[in-house]
């Protein structure tokens, strides 16, 4: 462990004592716009505002910082934590290329540090969507007959993934809209994580006409990765995030699960 982080997580535990309102300082998370139901729900009620939002809430109180939510399109978030305008993203998964815009729990470019995945939002899975009588088969490793592409969220890991297979449908389509076009047989699949997908079909009332294939294109985990401006200016705090995400996903993550999903995560 270096001395600079070292030094910071003394000063986590110095300085992460209880503190009022007016003591908190501001943290601006920015989230898709839309939602991202059953984790983030797009007007975010007090009862139910979604299963990540819940975890965040509670360990921003652990780590004394007052939370400002704000939704955007998912590349508009990704620039604004790029240029200091928000603080921070959910949801995020770590790969060598966003080192660019966002400092990651546990990631040191430079160093060579992976990313702490002890201190992850969440673990997911991302399988391949598919009608009930689609000729798509995925084996983990190459795709099957292909015949009209396979689509993703823009700018998602996944989307990348597809690419790389040169599977990736050439259209950029909202996740409601792809889906009914996997059911109209016009698209042969869409990939989008598990939970989000369950709660899609049935919202579009596409139950019995779409199924997942047994293997998932993605397993990985979820982050909420901090700004350079945000982590530079208070690297306390935000190690004090992470370690507060950690030990309160520890705590109420069965909890959570019980509440807001169909199955327990990966």
């Known amino acids: 462990m270096s001395v600079r982080r070292l030094s910071i997580l003394l000063l986590i535990f110095l300085c992460t004592g209880p503190l009022s309102a007016e003591q908190r300082s501001q943290l601006r998370l920015c989230y898709e716009l839309g939602g991202l139901p059953p984790y983030a729900s797009s007007a975010a009620p007090i009862e139910q505002p979604g299963l990540i939002i819940e975890l965040i809430q509670q360990a921003a109180q652990q780590a004394g910082l007052s939370l400002k939510l704000h939704q955007e399109p998912w590349k508009r978030c990704v620039h604004q934590v790029q240029q200091g305008h928000s603080d921070g993203l959910f949801i995020a998964v770590w790969q060598a290329d966003r080192d660019a815009w966002g400092h990651f729990p546990g990631r040191d470019a430079l160093a060579g540090t992976p990313v702490n995945s002890a201190q992850r939002l969440w673990r997911v899975e991302y399988p391949v969507i598919v009608r009930s009588d689609a000729t798509l088969q995925w084996d983990g ?52 994580e598990r939970e989000i997908a369950q709660e899609l079909i049935e919202s579009q009332q596409l139950e019995g006409q779409l199924m997942f294939l047994p293997q998932p294109l993605l397993v990985t985990e979820w982050y909420l990765p901090l700004s350079h401006q945000f982590y530079a200016a208070h690297p306390a705090q935000a190690e ?14 069965a909890e959570l699960a019980r509440r807001y999903l169909r199955q327990p995560p990966p």
Do not use: N
């Open 141 to 192: 490793r190459q795709f099957t007959g292909v015949r009209h592409g396979v689509g993703a969220p823009l700018g998602y890991v996944v989307a990348q993934r597809l690419r790389e297979l040169g599977v990736l449908s050439s259209e950029s389509l909202a996740p409601a809209k792809a889906l009914k076009l996997v059911a109209a047989g016009r698209l042969d699949g869409y990939v989008l």
């Open 240 to 253: 004090a995030l992470w370690q507060a995400l950690a030990e309160q996903r520890e705590r109420l993550g």
